[in-house]
């Protein structure tokens, strides 16, 4: 039999192998690289073929897809979120991702993207929090110490020279669990017992909890002048974090409005509420941090445009490395209108 | 290192398996099983959530996305359009697809769908062709020899008992080829020079062609009483084959009639050009055939549906069998939310 040509094998990433890419590039590194390739893809937003995701929904939780092009190639990202998993010892969060060329339609890289969502979303705050929090912001608070919670005070150190992290969380374990990860980090680490302890002397407050509900992680008078707000945990219809009063006071930076009127934090308020298109921020066209006491609020959901960097990154990036397998994926008959022969021929 | 958990591997069917799953399974047999498969689900129609396909366009072809659930088990398949791309020594059409499961949002089966697709859209016929065609049709008129085309005879030899196939292509080295591919089928092949040709005699007309236009394959005069035509080749917009005035005299059968008004051959007709949905021919609560001279059409364009029944069908096959490799996808912390320390005692 012969063997399949080349565009016919689709390189993939596998877990194990996207950890090794990591280490292989170093995690700081990859964090501004990842900067660096959404910013890019920010700058040129009005070229990309925007779609809401598709989702399907069931009562314990929603299966995505998430596609985009900039019209040379073309992204989506499968992603779950089944909250009830993690007593079942699963993952809340999976996620897998394809590029593919536009010109041939044929997929050009299939990888694991749990990790890589975890990295690019950390990015992607880190990116906001460039052109939003105020200069000189060195002391982030991070409310809710789960999964994302090393990713961001990581990113915020690589991007913005963030030198101290407040970590708070409900259970005591996981603040735990964040401060043993991020021992060796060079962050000063400071365990708090209370919200109100953890935004002591923060210009940065990270949100990011996991409640399935309109909770209030924080409230209206615990937020002061002078703060950039980078609420990552409200994410689906009935999930938020602030207290509307929050909002009202802030000025409210999104990716892309259409998904954030319905999944953000701005779901609490009117359809007409005002907010600011980051990717305008980023070119020029509208202003972003104007004073610094202002409240800045990055209202972040994750979108399709983020995945497509990280892909274009790993596409990049992975190609000289031994950090792929190549997957026999698309039939290649010699004669594109002979399948049947090619089935045939394998008989043999 | 420890290994990721049995959950966070996913099967992958390549090329190469499934080629050999095929003939493990014999195609007579896999044609029959999928007729059922499909059958099965069509019985259930109603329960699927049913989207339109997610479409990616550019000047040179379309990449797809086609998802649905039933509630149990989520499936989507990716698949391109790309007519340039045969003059190129490439694929015209490349699929995959992914089967999920609902509960717990991971992925359960990742497989090669462009010999899937083949071979479901030939049971998907022949399926039509059971409730439509006339009583004992054995005999079948093939217009268009490319890469369906065997697949489509041996499809309605395993289900109807067709003994004769009549091929036509208007390129001559097309019907050689599928009349060499059908050589040790058992039917007895013939060979014709024209449409009019290929139709004497046949009781089921398939039109398979590959012209992206308004083509007229078969025009009005050539189609007699009591024949049932099988139209697989208009399957996008501005790509049909049968003149109107053979849609004014036939009963059309659709799949999804939102779909098949925008891509089918009734996209020549009115918005309300009557026609009935397959599945209710299945269950029972819409007439199929009614009498021997009537004319009916099945308006093909293909449906998520008929792939997720070919991916169902690929997890119950595959699962005993040597023909597929486990990937490491989807990250498997033994701690759901310590990803970073997952990410870090990989480096050791």
Redo the contacts between chains.
């Keep these: ?1 012969t063997q ?1 040509s080349a ?2 094998l689709v390189p ?1 990433v ?3 192998n996207m ?2 890419l ?2 292989h590039i170093g ?1 700081d590194q990859m964090l501004q690289d990842l900067v660096a390739y959404i910013e890019e893809d920010f700058r040129r937003w009005e070229l990309f ?1 925007k ?1 809401p995701r ?1 989702a ?1 929904h ?1 009562d ?4 995505e ?1 998430m ?1 985009t ?1 900039d ?1 040379e190639a ?1 992204g ?1 990202k ?1 992603v ?3 909250p009830k ?2 007593a ?5 969060v ?1 996620a ?1 991702g ?1 590029l ?1 060329d ?6 050009v890289l299939l990888t ?1 993207m ?2 890589l969502t ?1 990295l690019r979303t950390a990015a992607m705050s880190a990116l906001a929090a460039k052109y939003l929090a105020p200069k000189g912001a060195d002391t982030m608070a991070m409310i809710g ?3 994302q ?3 961001q005070s990581l990113a915020m150190q690589a991007i913005l020279g963030l030198k101290s992290v407040r970590l708070y969380d409900k259970d005591p374990a ?1 603040t735990q ?1 964040a401060a ?2 991020l021992a060796d980090s060079g962050l000063d680490v400071v365990i708090c017992s209370s919200p109100e302890e953890a935004i002591q002397g923060a210009q940065i407050i990270t949100t990011c909890t996991a409640d399935k509900q309109n909770a209030k992680i924080l409230t209206d008078n615990m937020v002061g002048a002078g703060v950039h707000i980078n609420a990552i945990g409200g994410d689906c219809p009935g999930k938020t974090e602030l207290a509307p009063g929050i909002l009202s006071r802030a000025d409210t930076f999104v990716e892309y409005p259409e998904q954030t009127r319905i999944e953000g934090e701005i779901q609490q308020m009117p359809a007409d509420f005002p907010v600011t298109e980051l990717w305008q921020v980023i070119t020029g066209s509208a202003q972003g941090r104007r004073d610094p006491a202002q409240i800045t609020l990055f209202d972040s959901v994750g979108f399709a445009i983020e995945d497509f960097s990280a892909l274009r990154y790993i596409r990049d990036k992975v190609r000289d490395t031994p950090y792929h397998i190549d ?7 010699d ?10 021929r ?2 043999a």
Excluded: C, W
């Design positions: 039999m399949p565009k016919a993939f596998s877990v194990d950890m090794r990591v280490h995690i073929d779609t598709v399907s069931s314990v939780g929603v299966i897809l596609p092009s019209g073309y989506f499968y779950n979120g089944h998993n993690t079942e010892g699963l993952q809340t999976t897998f394809l593919a536009v010109y041939t339609g044929y997929p694991e749990t990790l975890a110490n789960g999964a919670s090393e990713f996981a669990k043993r990860n997957l026999d994926m698309l039939a290649d008959p004669d594109p209108r002979d399948l049947f022969g090619m089935l045939q394998a008989k």
